[in-house]
């Protein structure tokens, strides 16, 4: 018997066709060996022995025919296991997709806060350029006074008038001569300012004393 009917790595699934690729071979002479020495090993490989057997004119016609049946068992084999091969590498690539997904969705989400936080920065910064430019507005502006109140501080006030609007003047001795004095009491005007100014002079009009203070409604002219 050349296949095994409880091998499902056979690739067969049916007992029947089974049972007559097993009566074949044994019905032209044939055994296992040659199905049970390729039944592991790539198509290439069953492939070159066949043709050597059946290239080989010292190989009875039937041992060919044997050969070709287990050989064509071995095909089905061969095209069994490229097809688990290949559903198996089906499996990892779609692992694989899947795994890109996943990692694909997880950047996208992370790329969507990225650019929420990009927003959220820029808006800080343009408040923060707003800010600096009102504090450089009010430097620029209280440099302009300072400069201003420096120039103007510079600048000589002209003198205001200075007016006399009522006064009283005594006379008197000097203590020293005995000579006569005489003594002015009076309120003087400086622009809206009064103030109360008191002086003495002798009698040659030498100024003794001269006292210039804030005027009052509590002064009072002796």
Known sequence: M????GDHASGFRHTEVIRFINNEVLLNGGGPGFYVAFRSRPWNEVEDRLRA????????HAIKRACAW???ALSVRVGARQGEQQARRVRRLQEQVEERETAA???ASELQQLRRERKEVAAQLRCAQAALQHVLDERNVLRGR????EKSGRVDQPLQEVTSESGAEQGGAC???GKKTFRFCGISKV???????EKAED???NLLYSTFSPFSSLHTFY
Do not use: E, T, Y
């Open 2 to 5: 050349a296949v095994d009917f």
């Open 53 to 60: 057997v059946v290239a080989d004119p010292q190989v009875p």
């Open 70 to 72: 287990s050989a064509l």
């Open 105 to 107: 969705w997880a950047l």
């Open 146 to 149: 300072l400069l201003r109140a």
């Open 175 to 177: 203590r020293g001569c």
């Open 191 to 197: 622009g809206k300012a009064k103030f109360c100014v």
């Open 203 to 205: 009698h040659g009009n």
